[in-house]
Each structure stands twice: as structure tokens, then as C-alpha cells.
């Protein structure tokens, strides 16, 4: 089973650490392999991806339909995700008081500056986004779907949140990937995801390129009872990342800096976002 590293952020003190319940733990593996574009996974694929047993994969699947998580289509000898998962996406995204905050702010800058704008944060060695606002100069602004992955390894969302990690789960994130991204450059790369813990350590931000003619730039942050958060902004452009950077370090900062602040005034006076 493909290891997951959390934060030690969402760990709150006094909680310790609770004994592992294995069986739910593959069976919430299960779910994780169902990514956009595989509507449908058979018991074959579920077992490629989660590293589990056919036999395992099986028993699981068949508690998962029981519950309604997975439907199973006879057709096709295959499973997709059932309507409860859907249901508990969007209460999750209509619990989070860092999106409601933080959505108004961020179409504004991507409009502002005709920029793209996300928030993202990790699940495993991947980023999912939370929110993404794309600025096309032609078609004006349009959102990705929530729930879209991107490494964690290659990208400056990823970078600036490893840089969070506390020295033993960094440690045991760079392993995971480094065996992910074996025989892809990993010397390289890894050189790559420590210069950027340095920029954001030492900046607040980071910048990458992993895309073609794409330059993004990342910061962390941090909010009380809510794990870490990434912002990022990033353009399609011909400049070299240093242009990027003199250009929107501020407009990113300055949006992490407004966010961060409405969040600590609703914490200080116990509102919410409606």
C-alpha cells in the first residue's frame, strides 16, 4: 500500500497517535484510485494502483458496494464511485471557511492581473486543488474542477508545502518520491525540491516550471484548525522565472497576507463565512 505522509500540523497536541485500523485504511486506498478520467477501475487496475492483493481488493469492494461507495456495472466487470462520495465532497468544500474566504480574493487577483490562481493541499505525494481560476486572455476566466491532482515532486505547490513538513516527515515524503521518480532525473530533482524549501523558507514562496512556457510560483499557509494550505499563481508566458518572479511575488504574497488576515478575524470573533 503506497505510503501517505501527513503534516505534523494535523496532529493537534494531546491527541497522540491513534493504533492504525488496516482495514479501513485499504479500503479508503480503494477510493483513492479512482482519479479523473477513470470513471470505471476493475479489480486488476484497483490492485495495480493501491499495491493491494486481488483477493483483498475483492472483499473490500464488495463492503464498499454494501455501503454505497462503489456501484459495480456487470457490462463492463468494473466499479465506479456511487453518489455518497459526491455528497461528502461537497460537504466538505461547503464546511471550509479557508475557501470561502479565500475564492472572492483570489478571482479577483486572476482577474486584476490575468493570471491563474489555485489552492491546493496535499494528499500523499500529490496536490489536490481545492479552487483553480484560469485566466484565458480570450475567454476571460473559467474554473478547473475541485479535486484535480498534480505531483507533489514536480510542482511549486508541491515544493512550498514540503517545505512545512517538519525534518522526519520530509525525510519520509523525499523517499516516497525518490522511489516514485526513480530513473527520471531523481538527483536532479531532488536539488530542485531543496533550492525551493530554501526560496520558501527564506521568501515565503517558491517558483517552478514543470509545464512548458508555464512559470508558477507557491506560498504555504497556515490556519488554525485547518491543515496546511497552498496558494499559487502562474502564468503561460515566454519569460525566464526570474521575470515571473519580480513580476508576481507581490501580487501572491499580498493575496496570502489578505487571506491570512480575514481568517484571523473571524477566528477572533467567531464568525463564519455565509
Known amino acids: 500500500m503506497p505510503d501517505t505522509i501527513l503534516s505534523a500540523e494535523r496532529i493537534k497536541p494531546g491527541q497522540g497517535k491513534a493504533t492504525p485500523n488496516r482495514s479501513l485504511e485499504r479500503g479508503i486506498a480503494v477510493l483513492r484510485a479512482f482519479r479523473a478520467g477513470s470513471s ?3 479489480n ?3 490492485a495495480e494502483r493501491t499495491g493491494l492483493s486481488r483477493s483483498t481488493v475483492s472483499r473490500l469492494t464488495q463492503s ?3 455501503t454505497g ?3 459495480y456495472i456487470p457490462k463492463f466487470r468494473a466499479y465506479r464511485l456511487g453518489v455518497p462520495v459526491l455528497s461528502m465532497a461537497h460537504a466538505m468544500r461547503d464546511s471550509s471557511q479557508v475557501l ?4 472572492p480574493l483570489m478571482t479577483d487577483v486572476a482577474v486584476q492581473h ?6 491546493a493541499v496535499a494528499d500523499g505525494d500529490e496536490m489536490v486543488y481545492l479552487e483553480s481560476f484560469r485566466y484565458n486572455r480570450r475567454q476571460s476566466l473559467r474554473t478547473v474542477v475541485s479535486g484535480q491532482r498534480i505531483p507533489m515532486a514536480l510542482t511549486s505547490l508541491g515544493r512550498a508545502c514540503l517545505a512545512t513538513l517538519a525534518p522526519d516527515a520530509f525525510g519520509a515524503m523525499m523517499r516516497v518520491m525518490s522511489d516514485k521518480h526513480r530513473g527520471r532525473g531523481w538527483l536532479v530533482l ?3 525540491i531543496e533550492a525551493a524549501v530554501r526560496s520558501v523558507r527564506e521568501k515565503g514562496y517558491c517558483v517552478a516550471s514543470w509545464q512548458p512556457q508555464v512559470v508558477a ?3 504555504p499557509m497556515r490556519f488554525a484548525d485547518y491543515g496546511v494550505h497552498v496558494l499559487n499563481v502562474s502564468v503561460s508566458t515566454q519569460q525566464d522565472a526570474g521575470a515571473v518572479e519580480a513580476a508576481l511575488a507581490g501580487p501572491l504574497m499580498a493575496l496570502a497576507e489578505a487571506i491570512r488576515v480575514r481568517m484571523l478575524r473571524l477566528e477572533t470573533e467567531g464568525g463564519a463565512v455565509v
Open 44 to 46: 486488476s487496475e484497483i
Open 217 to 219: 510560483m507557491a506560498t
Open 190 to 192: 531532488r536539488q530542485e
Open 100 to 103: 470561502k474566504v479565500a475564492t
Open 64 to 66: 464498499l458496494i454494501e
Open 69 to 71: 461507495m462503489l456501484e
Open 40 to 42: 470505471m477501475l476493475g
Open 114 to 119: 490575468k493570471i491563474n490562481v489555485g489552492l
